[in-house]
T-cell receptor, first 112, second 113 residues
Framework: SQELEQSPQSLIVQEGKNLTINCTSS?????LYWYKQKYGEGLIFLMM?????EEKSHEKITAKLDEKKQQSSLHITASQPSHAGIYLC????????????FGQGTRLTINP | ETGVTQSPTHLIKTRGQQVTLRCSSQ?????VSWYQQALGQGPQFIFQ???????GRGNFPPRFSGLQFPNYSSELNVNALELDDSALYLC????????????FGPGTRLLVL
């Protein structure tokens, strides 16, 4: 079965600094989703990547998909307190499957 | 357009009891997926319903069961509760197509004593 590993597991950065979160899959990625979760709450959809080399941006968050490396990265530029939370990557299960397999999450803390 | 809603927000039960969690899907969505998220872990897929039929199941025992209604809302039922069932239960709705994005509700936090 497919497994996703996120690194780092937790991250503390100074406000205004850039940061990167990685997500590595044990199998081929057919689609990769990034979600953000405030502690104990639901997941907020950030973006979805489908093709190798694809890159998407929303405000100060950029995600890339390296299909050959079975890896995705999430980069935040000039971090703000509103970026704090848990970031989760989720992979589509393959052809015809809609279930998502998630990584364990990366807890991001922004210090003022 | 209303988002995904879940009820109740919190619930406390004792071992051996039964529980029903409810989910209303986002307007226009015909697919509902349920996930269990233990503390400090990523969500684990329980099962999915598409147009009132089960459309895939994760590695959960039969005491986890579900329903989807004609209006595409859904229920998750758990019988014979165990301490390890304590978790955040998340419902997500989507359109019934390949790689359609799943939109999550706020979750129901279940504590089993």
């Amino acid at each position: 079965s497919q497994e996703l590993e996120q690194s780092p597991q937790s991250l503390i950065v100074q406000e205004g600094k850039n940061l990167t979160i990685n997500c590595t899959s044990s199998k081929t990625l057919y689609g990769l989703y990034w979600y953000k979760q405030k502690y104990g709450e639901g997941l907020i959809f950030l973006m979805m990547l489908q093709k190798g080399g694809e890159e998407k941006s929303h405000e100060k968050i950029t995600a890339k998909l390296d299909e050959k490396k079975q890896q995705s990265s999430l980069h935040i530029t000039a971090s703000q307190p509103s970026h704090a939370g848990i970031y989760l990557c989720g992979a589509a299960g393959g052809q015809g499957a809609q279930k998502l397999v998630f990584g364990q999450g990366t807890r991001l803390t922004i210090n003022p | 357009e209303t988002g995904v809603t879940q009820s109740p927000t919190h619930l406390i039960k004792t071992r051996g009891q039964q529980v029903t969690l409810r989910c209303s899907s986002q307007s226009g969505h015909n697919t509902v997926s349920w996930y269990q998220q233990a503390l400090g872990q990523g969500p684990q897929f329980i099962f999915q319903y598409y147009r009132e039929e089960e459309n895939g199941r994760g590695n959960f025992p039969p005491r986890f069961s579900g329903l989807q209604f004609p209006n595409y809302s859904s229920e998750l039922n758990v019988n014979a509760l165990e301490l390890d069932d304590s978790a955040l239960y998340l419902c997500a709705s989507s359109l019934g197509g390949y790689q359609e994005t799943q939109y999550f509700g706020p979750g129901t936090r279940l504590l089993v004593l």
